[in-house]
């Protein structure tokens, strides 16, 4: 059964680069036909797909965050990560990464899904 866990610093401040890992067990990021994705949900919000690495290193990032937005992997270590630039206090939300065969994902019931970790953008 595979494992994901969010790894990351939990308070970033407004203007830097926030960065999280994805440490992923039990399977193995390059497997046919998966999509290993980020998603986040602010404080009293929905679940917002941010993007995602498929199995073959293409990538794919929601319109709204595209411009700051970057995913990568390291195969070597089965890990995928998140680089989000110039936050700010509204990006302040939990931080999933998730495995699915769908390449948007925003619903827990579906694929396989780490425990979060929270971000808060603060001076």
């Known amino acids: 059964q595979v494992q994901l866990q969010e790894s990351g610093p939990g308070l970033v401040k407004p203007s830097q680069t926030l960065s999280l890992t994805c440490t992923v067990s039990?399977?193995?990021?390059?497997?046919?036909?998966?999509?290993w994705s980020w998603i986040r949900q602010p404080p009293g919000k929905g679940l917002e797909w941010m993007g995602a690495?498929?199995?073959?290193?293409?990538?794919y990032y929601s319109p709204s965050l595209k411009s700051h937005t970057s995913i990568s992997r390291d195969t070597s270590k089965n890990q995928f990560s998140l680089q989000l630039s110039s936050v700010t206090p509204e990006d302040t939300a939990v931080y999933y990464c998730?495995?699915?065969?769908?390449?948007?994902?925003?619903?827990?019931?579906?694929?396989?899904w780490g425990q979060g970790t929270q971000v808060t953008v603060s001076s």
């Open positions: 690495i498929a199995y073959d290193g293409s990538t």
């Open positions: 039990g399977g193995s990021i390059t497997t046919s036909y998966y999509y």
């Open positions: 998730a495995r699915d065969a769908e390449v948007v994902v925003t619903d827990k019931s579906f694929g396989s």
